[in-house]
């Protein structure tokens, strides 16, 4: 049996908002029902960093959905709840996120910004989940974010492909916001297929 793991609110409220939003109503209930999860039915967790939500809640909807919609529809959804995940940080602390942007700006290269944005971001990680959860790993060419015992993907085994897509969409957002180009990210393993962490790979160029 999985122990249980907490995390912050806003991570479930997004995924739940995020499945509203692409699947409807019907559809977000047809998952709820499906995982056993009706209890959130119009009842989502609060959009705070509270760290009160179960992360065993987030594996069942992504499981449910890929179960209900396939790999491809859940990427959509989840992508779009990381996005939203990312602009809230940026709408909750204006004042921290407009100092950090002006930083950022003073640096030269995008490698040096995504070096520093994603620092933060895995700095702050670890802050939440304790000090061995996230590395931020620089490549010659891009760089790896590993996740120990990621959020995203919590419980959910046998799959034959990864299904941490909210982290992917987080990320890009993230690193559009520092850059103001699209670098692609893929996620190269995934605990979902049997790793041991999850590993997302930002390339170290942007798209065309
Ligand atoms: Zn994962």
Redesign the pocket.
């Known amino acids: 049996m999985l122990e249980s793991r907490k995390i912050p609110n806003s991570f479930l409220h997004f995924t739940l908002r995020a499945i509203h939003d692409i699947m409807g109503g019907n559809g977000l209930n047809s998952i709820l029902n499906m995982t056993g999860l009706s209890k959130f039915r119009d009842n989502f967790p609060p959009n705070n960093e509270e760290i009160e939500s179960e992360a065993a809640d987030i594996g069942r909807l992504v499981k449910g959905a890929m179960d209900l919609i396939g790999q491809n529809g859940v990427k959509a959804i989840l992508k779009n709840a990381g996005h939203r995940g990312y602009r809230m940080s940026l709408d909750e602390n204006p004042e921290l996120m407009n100092a950090m942007a002006a930083e950022l700006k003073k640096l030269p290269t995008d490698r040096e910004r995504i070096a520093s944005l994603m620092g933060a971001i895995t700095y702050d990680s670890n802050r939440i989940f304790g000090e061995q959860h996230q590395e931020l790993v620089a490549l010659e060419d891009g760089f790896e974010v590993r996740?120990a015992e990621?959020?995203?993907?919590?419980g959910?085994t046998g799959m034959g492909g990864?299904?941490?897509f909210a982290?992917l969409g987080l990320e890009e957002e993230a690193i559009f916001w520092a850059t103001e180009k699209h670098y692609d990210i893929t996620?190269i393993a995934?605990?979902?297929m049997g790793a041991e962490?999850?590993i997302f790979r930002i390339a170290g160029r942007p798209r065309d």
């Open positions: 996740i990621c959020e995203w993907c919590w959910i990864p299904v941490c982290e996620e995934c605990r979902a962490r999850c």
